[in-house]
């Protein structure tokens, strides 16, 4: 695969992703949990398809690999895809999509943290910056009533973090046979959360069909799409095109339903996507130059 290519593949995926929240706007009655259920039953199919296309038709054996790291990893996805739904339905899609925009500096925090992993102190300078984004967006729900999806969305951004954190402490290659474990997690914690709220899995046909349309044709084939360009993309460069998504969510949901958010929520999340940008630039230059060919 050449480097364009790859790019090509990454935007694409960040543009899938940034559907999301105008996706769980036109859903009429399914709560958070029904959505996870639906939306999950739609995602774990085609991964398992995705897995069995790259491990030559041994899904189950990739499963199977995944060990400790990847079964604590699915787990944190369970609060990562829980949170980040109720975040889309109690705030702005714009407030919820920046502070989701954090779980890289919150995974870097948790790596120094646990794993004792270094930070370079652009990566410091960063998470300052991101704190101060936070902060004023938080704040900023704080007075607009939106408490509730400020913080499940702050939840979502620390389950990808741990989600980011055991992958590496268990140095997993493929991260795709643990968001297959996390998409089944959620399906059954749902079905718990639902059987002790007393609501069913039986809501409208049309919420079902944009949940499952949400994990099969947005969830998971960005994340196929992302897999695929991320094997010629730096990091770096990587976190610099997933911020398609951000950008762009906020965009769908205001020209197709109007929906806006305070200036507080805008100003906020500017400072976080400069931090966020700072950073990866800052990786860029550090990249070493390939010797000269002799």
Known sequence: MTYARGVLLVVLAGLLWSFMGLAVRHIETAGTWAILFWRSAGMVPVLLAFIAWRSGGRPLERLRRVGVAGVLGASGLVFAFAGAIFALQATTVANAVFLFAASPFMAALLGWIIL??????????????????????????????????????????????????????????????????????????????????????????????????????????????????????????????????????????????????????FLGGGILLVAIAGNALSGLRRRPVAPPLT
Do not use: C, H, Q
């Open 116 to 265: 004792r992993e270094p930070v370079r102190p652009a990566t410091w300078a960063a998470i300052a910056v991101a704190g101060v984004g936070m902060f004023v967006m938080v704040r900023d729900g704080l007075a607009g009533g939106e408490t509730a999806g400020n913080l499940a969305a702050l939840l979502s951004a620390f389950g990808f973090a741990a989600f980011t954190l055991t992958l590496r402490w268990g140095k997993l290659e493929d991260m795709m046979p643990a968001v297959v474990l996390g998409g089944l997690f959620s399906m059954a914690v749902a079905v718990i959360a639902l059987g002790v709220r007393a609501e069913g899995l039986a809501v409208p046909a049309r919420d079902i069909v944009i949940s499952v349309a949400m994990g099969a044709g947005m969830l998971a084939t960005g994340m196929a799409l992302y897999t695929l360009g991320s094997r010629v993309v730096p990091a770096a460069e990587l976190t610099l095109l997933s911020m398609v998504e951000v950008l762009l969510a906020p965009v769908w949901v205001w020209l197709a339903l109007g929906e806006t958010a305070s200036a507080g929520t």
